[in-house]
């Protein structure tokens, strides 16, 4: 992943606290109900909120030096 990938998504800085706050407390692939509700706490849209946590998967997987692909090991 890239920063600018992130950069992109413009996240002020609680926004960015309450999703690192869920990545590393909750859930690191949160299912619809919990991506819903992480969402709405941000003030994104599902989607942005998506697609911040896949990013965010795929920094965790390099810096854990783990395969690329999901599914491959047990996060």
Not at 24 to 53: R, Y
Request: hydrophobic content about 40%; aromatic content about 6%.
């Amino acid at each position: 992943m890239t920063s600018t990938a992130m950069e992109r998504l413009k996240l002020s800085e609680y926004q960015m606290k309450v999703l690192e706050e869920n990545f590393n407390k909750v859930s690191k692939h949160p299912d619809e109900t919990t991506l819903m509700l992480i969402a709405a706490e941000c003030g994104l849209s599902e989607k942005e909120t998506q697609i911040w946590f896949k990013l965010r998967n795929a920094q965790w997987r390099q810096a854990e030096g783990l395969p690329a692909e999901l599914g491959s090991v047990l996060d």
